[in-house]
């Protein structure tokens, strides 16, 4: 074997990427630059630059600008989530946004219908898991590529939503749906959920850490174990004790963490989810052990149809409205690709978190805010957006290993 001091800056990457810590580093790496040039070098420069400033206006930093932050990525995430697990299959979803836009619409006329809000939100949850698992019938039964596949959805799907919605747009006035998004948890129950998450993510690192003593697997260094765990208990405290600062936790943001986190669970430490990443890293593999490859694949896009209802409810109780513009034929898509992509799920399969899609999210939310704070035009959000995906994209293929994503 070859000393460490001989491997390229290539072959260090894809080490660094195959660790359970490196896998996040990137992205947050990328979300500490942003933060940093929009929250501090920024307001420094037009502070310095501006001879009848008073003072630093650090208005990216505020508890209010973080807050409203947190609330505008919250459908982009969640959308995000659920495309992380086609695409840990090495499959994709094009049709994710309009799915969502379909079933937020068709929210909007049940409600108006006088079907009660919680009814509602169950109902539009089944259909979204049909509409993506009759994708993933064709998929997995009928052999068609996944591109195609999900290309006609999202072109029958923005179809559908315009017949749903004749006017273009629908105002949502129900109680229990408006809620979602209004609702504050007060702020030592905010704390409380913060603790408690820490401390399931610790029980969780044990047990997996157990399950590889048992197998006779490498195990991670006491170092590296408590090190992720002390880091994400970090992130979650600072988080909350900054919204706590403006006003308090939104209902959504804990929703949003809820399904993430059930989501991680299935992927990570349930057969089902074993199973996705090893049908991501060689289906014909998975295949001859005695996996079910078509029925993962409809099961998958099934999950990703529900991840895009419930992005379609928070987005349509967020906004007290649905419209044609802000799912099916806005950048609502592109985004939750690019945040699943730029939070380092490989586009090759087998290999991503779904919490690393909610940093990748944050970082989509977190350069389209500095630049909205800084006066950029949409063309420059749209030219940066696309930099940081390619960047991204070009980190994933550097990285991954020889061989690996021949399908």
Known sequence: MQPNSSFSPVERLRRLRETRLGSFVPVLLALAAIW??????????????????????????????????????????TLAVGITVVLLLG????????TAGVCAALLGVLVLAGIPGWAACL?????????????GLLIAYVGIPSFVVTLAGLLGYQGL?????????LNIGDPFVRAIARILVPDIWGLLLATLLVVAIAALALRRQ?????????????TTLWGQVAFFAIIVFAAVLTMNAYRSVPLLIVLLTGVTAIVGWVTTSTPFGRSIFAVGGNAESARRVGMNV?????????IVGLLAAIGGIFGASRYGSVSY??????SLLLESIGAAVIGGTSLFGGRGSVWNAILGALV???????????????ADKLMFSGAILLLAVAIDALSRPAGNGQR
């Open 36 to 77: 940093l040039y929009f929250g501090i070098a920024l307001p420094l420069w037009e502070f310095w630059g501006d001879q009848d400033a008073t003072s630093i206006r650090f208005i990216f930093l505020s508890p209010r600008n973080i807050y409203n932050l947190f609330m505008q990525s919250a459908v982009i995430a």
């Open 91 to 98: 499959e994709i979803d094009l049709s994710a946004a309009a």
């Open 161 to 169: 939503m315009q017949k749903i919605l004749p006017t273009g747009n």
């Open 294 to 302: 078509k029925r993962i694949r409809v099961a998958a896009f099934g």
């Open 325 to 330: 513009t802000a799912f099916a034929g806005g």
């Open 123 to 135: 109902i539009v949850m089944a259909v979204g898991i049909v509409m993506g698992a009759a994708q």
């Open 364 to 378: 989509i939310g977190s350069l389209g805010n500095g630049l909205d704070l800084s006066g950029a035009s949409a």
């Open 210 to 222: 157990a399950e590889r003593k048992l197998r006779g697997l490498e195990l991670d260094t006491a």
